[in-house]
């Protein structure tokens, strides 16, 4: 993975994290551990997946789904 690829899945992570905070009133330890943990971070960080292109908005839709159904809408 190059190195632009990278700082976008890390930019669009701080961001989705910060989703997180907000909607679940978690703090930053918990956001990020469900993030990454989530199969939908993994989606995120494959490249072939193509994910990282998307707005944050967009992915925290597919996370949200994730943490309240188990399954990525």
């Given amino acids: 993975m190059n190195q632009d690829i990278q700082f976008q899945i890390e930019c669009l992570a701080a961001e989705l994290a910060e989703m997180l905070m907000v909607e679940y009133d978690w703090d930053i330890r918990r956001a990020l551990d469900e993030l ?7 989606k ?8 990282y292109y998307q707005g944050a ?6 996370l949200k789904s994730e943490i309240e159904t188990g ?3």
């Fill in 36 to 42: 990454y943990a989530s199969t939908t971070f993994a």
């Fill in 44 to 51: 995120l960080n494959d490249p072939e997946c193509g994910l």
């Fill in 57 to 62: 908005v967009y992915i925290f839709q597919f």
């Fill in 71 to 73: 399954k990525i809408a």
